[in-house]
């Protein structure tokens, strides 16, 4: 007689996929609080800059990106402004590459600066925000129920 297999892979009574939300809420659930407001804030903490990296800034009219890269760029654009020799007009795409601005003189640099920081800013501040209603729950059950709705 064959020999029966301890285990048969049966692809119609597979358990239901978790979404994120469901799967991170499961691991939080049983955990002191303390220890669940903690993770619970590792979390928030590890999609903010993922936000930031795909979020934008709207200046002109137009999207540019706010990813680091974008971030770097621009600093080092403001960090130059004055600078003798320093070639003006800037010309920065905008995220999808269909279009341009052309930044004039330093006032124009300040200003795009000045709308990007603002943007990332909105994320970080979001973020903390977050946290300060996470750091207010109660108990494990309330911080896994919660969701950070970015």
């Given amino acids: 007689?064959?020999?029966t297999p301890d285990f048969v892979f049966d692809r119609n009574n597979l358990p239901p996929q978790l979404n994120r939300e469901q799967f991170e809420?499961?691991?939080?659930?049983?955990?002191?609080?303390?220890q669940a407001r903690a993770f619970r804030?590792?979390?928030i903490d590890r999609r903010t800059p993922k936000l930031?990296?795909?979020?934008?800034v709207?200046?002109?009219?137009?999207q540019f990106s706010i990813?680091?890269?974008?971030?770097?760029?621009?600093?080092?654009?403001?960090?130059?402004r004055n600078e003798a020799g320093f070639a003006y007009p800037v010309v920065r795409a905008t995220k999808d590459s269909t279009s341009s601005v052309a930044l004039a003189d330093a006032a124009a640099v300040e200003a795009f600066y000045a709308a990007?920081?603002?943007?990332?800013?909105?994320?970080?501040?979001?973020?903390?925000?977050?946290?300060?209603q996470?750091?207010?729950?109660?108990?494990?059950?309330?911080?896994?129920?919660?969701?950070?709705?970015?």
């Fill in 25 to 34: 809420a499961m691991r939080i659930t049983g955990m002191p609080v303390d």
């Fill in 134 to 150: 996470v750091n207010a729950l109660a108990t494990s059950a309330e911080v896994a129920a919660f969701v950070d709705p970015r």
């Fill in 67 to 80: 990813s680091p890269t974008a971030q770097f760029n621009t600093l080092v654009m403001w960090t130059r």
């Fill in 116 to 132: 990007s920081e603002t943007a990332v800013r909105a994320f970080l501040d979001a973020g903390n925000a977050l946290k300060s």
């Fill in 41 to 43: 804030n590792i979390l």
């Fill in 52 to 56: 930031i990296a795909a979020g934008t």
């Fill in 58 to 62: 709207t200046y002109g009219g137009l």
């Fill in 1 to 3: 007689m064959p020999e």
